[in-house]
């Protein structure tokens, strides 16, 4: 039993957004449908850290999901800031089970315990804000961030974090957010939102104050999942 990760799908199956149109994308699903098959089992868990849809509403996702959904393994799913058809979290799990998703889940203000660690984490927010309306939001996340780790230590496992916007970048960092995973001595923190080889470069990866960083941008992985625990 393993556990994978990736972020950023970008699917549009039910939408006409297709990915390809941008350099390195071209076939992507096909491309992450071959990959994915050949590394993950039934019954292993993939990740996925966001921005997985372009679907405006709830139903519009069911193409994109039917398409997860054939694929093997449990999936556990982050919000990102291009997930505009995340819903509550009652309405996404109703919609879920009417069409028999039974193996794929959300993570949210929850986390989910795979062997002796705890998938958790939140979108969080950008490291370069500073407008009001931006702490209120980074406020929001720290908060679910919390909660979810919080989770963790009650079933007694190690968090491993997961994020869509990455807590540092650059010379950039979300002070609320790195604190808090300091506060709880994160060890691991797994993120996605940047894409582009060039803006990669700049992604701080390995360790940063004590936690070691990942990109996991399905572009950065070369559309693959990549390995975070093998049981």
């Not at 491309?31 to 966001?50: F, H, M, N």
């Not at 996605?192 to 390995?206: E, L, S, V």
Request: glycine share 6%; with cysteine; charged share 25%.
């Amino acid at each position: 039993m393993s556990v994978f990760a990736i972020a950023d799908l970008h699917l549009s199956l039910g939408t006409d957004k297709p990915m390809d149109v941008f350099k390195g994308w071209t076939n992507y699903v096909d491309r992450l449908e071959q990959s994915w098959r050949l590394l993950v089992k039934p019954e292993d868990t993939v990740v996925i850290a966001g921005d997985i849809s372009w679907a405006m509403k709830l139903e519009e996702t069911e193409a994109d999901l039917a398409f997860l959904h054939s694929l093997p393994g449990r999936k556990l799913l982050l919000k990102g800031n291009h997930d505009y058809w995340w819903s509550t979290k009652t309405k996404i799990n109703n919609f879920l089970a009417e069409k028999g998703y039974t193996d794929i889940e959300i993570i949210h203000n929850s986390a989910v315990k795979i062997g002796n660690i705890g998938i958790c984490g939140s979108r969080g927010w950008m490291y370069n804000s500073d407008s009001e309306e931006d702490k209120k939001i980074i406020n929001r996340e720290v908060g679910r961030i919390r909660t979810s780790i919080e989770e963790c230590i009650k079933l007694g496992i190690e968090p491993v974090v997961f994020l869509h916007y990455p807590p540092v970048y650059d010379v950039f960092v979300c002070h609320e957010i790195l604190n808090l995973l300091k506060e709880y001595n994160i060890t691991e923190c797994y993120f996605g939102h940047i894409h582009g080889a060039q803006a990669a470069k700049r992604a701080i990866q390995g360790e940063y104050d004590g936690i070691a960083m990942h990109l996991i941008s399905c572009d950065y992985l070369n559309f693959t999942p990549i390995l975070v625990k093998k049981e």
